[in-house]
């Protein structure tokens, strides 16, 4: 395939609509785990209007970046694509925490993995001690 009208190779015989839906699913997925945009901007190292554009699916999207965006949002490429179902829901309780880390800063989003972590190897290090 080859690049047309400035759209990534393979995104030539994308539909609008398809560009659209797969924006709404990168915006939703990156809101959902509270980056902001200059943060996946970065990440990506693409301006922040040029995932701005590729969340209104103005923008064509490269494999690549898709599949970077899909490495950082914890998600399957197909996820994004439709090409495979939604992700089973999260249990309510888990969901809650994540739309809570939504809302602070990096800094303070770093430290609540931080304590996720101690907790986890705590519960590891009682498992062990109980057997």
Not at 61 to 86: N, S
Not at 103 to 131: C, I, N
């Amino acid at each position: 395939m080859t690049e047309e009208a400035g759209m990534p190779v393979g995104f030539a015989d994308s539909k609008p609509d398809d560009r659209a839906v797969l924006g709404k699913r990168l915006r939703e997925a990156r809101e959902y785990l509270g980056f902001s945009q200059e943060e996946v901007a970065r990440y990506l190292a693409i301006p922040r209007t040029a995932l701005s554009n590729i969340e209104r699916g103005q923008r064509g999207v490269d494999a690549l970046e898709l599949k970077r965006l899909a490495v950082l949002y914890k998600q399957p490429v197909g996820y994004f694509t439709g090409e495979t179902a939604e992700t089973s829901e999260l249990p309510q309780d888990i969901a809650h925490l994540a739309r809570a880390a939504a809302g602070l800063s990096e800094t303070d989003r770093a430290e609540l993995a931080r304590f996720a972590d101690y907790l986890k190897a705590r519960a590891r290090a009682g498992d062990s001690k109980d057997g």
